[in-house]
């Protein structure tokens, strides 16, 4: 025992931010990179079960991560698909319990209709994205974000959603959800994700479980004084979630594991990404397993905005097949309306009369599909500028 407790000390010595070096980069033949081909499972449209694992480990393998954005009405969920059409990519097309909420409606989701609400407008968006995907020709994945302890009664309407869609059409209506269980101590956060994977694996849906402390704004603490190494995760945790969820028969998972990546709870500076600690977990799990893997895990990555191409570029390297955006999106859908009032701003002050005439009608530029439109083209170039930063462009 002491050999394994001095074996696993010596690897959190080497996670404690600024002791590391970062080694030089193994850099995969292109050629042989450029060989791998999108495995002929992953259609266009929503995928679910064996085609979702195929076009992960094909991501994996050739090494892209998908972008996954939340999406807050039909045209985010339309600016995903045109991005996903225009550059050649996948897409993962994900709702918040907020967002789910903002979809049905805001009057209907409030007081004891909360969950059923953000449920029903959850199902209401991918509906929508089942009917349009196919048609722009793109394997799209459906998924839900965080989900606390608190919310569970939202991720257990989601799930009933998603039997009766088995029942009917033999396939899950969503790719996968998330469960975010990380204030919870370890032992809980697994145990709750293996009761919740046996029920989802039942129906091919694949869980997105999150690890690692998430910050304590709060709780009033001070992250000067939070100990580094707490916002790390631990490869020896990765590999407790690894280990537990394996033994769920047809158990898909993937891992949200913190590297330093904590969205907007520490100002810049004070948390450093380290996203070497994504490489020396699949190292320590690769060898717990045998080695022949060497990267078994698939990591998430959140928080992604405001991260440097290289640091992003070295997570995927280290098996991230999935980050999520969303600040960025929602600067990018709101720059386009503002640009587009900016531009035609004297046609846009009454209905009628404007710099051509005081008797010119405006409705041409007030329809909402005009600054709604401007939205969507904004946000199609954002998306397209993630998908360069993770290599997910012409991969299809
Ligand atoms: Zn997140």
Known sequence: MKLAVAALASVAVALVPGTTSRPTRTVLQQSAVADIELPASVKPGVVTGEALMDLLQYAKTKGFAIPAVNAVSSCGINACLEAAAKFKG???????RGGGQFLAGKTIATGD???KASVAGCVAGALQVRQLAELYGVPVILHTDHCMRDWLPWFD???EANEDYYKAHGEPLFSSHMLDLSEDPLEENIATCVEYLERMSKIDLLLEMELGITGGEEDGVDNTDVDNSKLYTQPEEVYAVYEALSKVPNGKFTVAAAFGNVHGVYSPGNVRLEPQILHNTQAYISEKL??????????????GSGSSTEDIQYSIEAGVIKMNIDTDTQWSFWNGIREYEAKFHDYLQAQIGNPDGEDKPN?????PRMPLRAAEECTVDRLG????DLKCVNVL
């Open 290 to 303: 045998g080695g022949e893997d060497k990267k078994p895990v698939y990591f998430v990555f959140h928080g």
């Open 113 to 115: 209709m909360v969950d």
């Open 385 to 388: 500028q993630a998908m360069e």
């Open 90 to 96: 996948p897409m993962i097309v994900q709702f918040s």
């Open 363 to 367: 409705k041409k530029y007030y329809d």
């Open 157 to 159: 309407g989601l799930l």
